[in-house]
């Protein structure tokens, strides 16, 4: 792609693996509070909860508060698991502790953000909580790769919503012609893009998606042949 100088990525589900932080992080929080649960099983029922709420949360129809606890009472209500709204709290709280101490990354991640890190000026737009996403990033050993860190918090506004897009740019000081967002959500981070006139590539690791309008990956290694 011509005339590209920064590249911006999405943390969740692009780079930074969060279903698999997830069970590290429920494994510990099950252990010490509800040991007849079984973490991969739980997270199987969670996993789409969670983004159904998340989808949810990035067009103002949830707030931060109800997204912590409605991802964990829906899930708990599917597995027919009796609990109490202070044990969901609870654990709530514990997740959102534990869940930056963990630091799988997709296969790939470090080789490619080596090979881009030369080229390009890289940087990140996440609707994830402020107060965990800068864990995130800094224990999985990403701080050094990313010039600006722009989060939905300090925009006020969430992808898909175009300002989010304006604001990281702005601080990245690039004009969007000369810029491209890379992540794993169709409608908040490449349709947003789109629509704000950035270029996108979609992350499809699970290759879920069949957009013939959309460049499409489904393994960030494919990232070094087309930038």
């Known amino acids: 792609m011509r005339n590209i100088t920064d590249i911006f990525f999405d943390l969740d589900h692009t780079l930074w693996d969060f279903d698999k932080n997830s069970i590290l992080a429920f494994d510990k929080i099950f252990k010490e509070q509800q040991p007849d649960i079984e973490s991969e099983v739980f997270i199987k029922i969670y996993a789409p909860i969670n983004q159904a709420c998340w989808k949810l949360y990035q067009v ?12 964990l009472k829906q899930t708990f209500d599917v597995l027919n698991y009796s609990i109490s709204d202070e044990e969901i709290d609870r654990i709530a709280n514990d997740y959102i502790e534990f869940l930056p101490d963990n630091n799988q990354l997709f296969d790939g991640a470090i080789e490619v953000l080596n090979y881009l890190f030369s ?109």
Not at 60 to 71: G, I, N, S
Not at 181 to 188: L, Q, S
């Open 119 to 227: 080229k390009y000026k890289l940087h990140i737009i996440t609707n994830g909580f402020a107060e965990v996403q800068g864990r995130k990033i800094s224990k999985s050993g990403l701080s050094n790769y990313f010039k600006t860190i722009t989060n939905s918090e300090m925009a006020g506004v969430k992808k898909p919503h175009r300002n989010i897009f304006e604001f990281a740019l702005s601080l990245a000081e690039v004009k969007k012609e000369n810029a491209i967002m890379i992540g794993d959500c169709i409608d908040a981070d490449v349709r947003g893009a789109l629509n704000f006139g950035m270029k996108a590539i979609l992350f499809d690791e699970k290759e879920m998606h069949n957009h013939q309008d959309v460049v499409t990956i489904n393994h960030l290694l494919e990232l070094k042949k087309i930038l």
């Open 60 to 71: 103002d129809k949830m707030t931060h508060e109800e997204l912590r606890y409605q991802r």
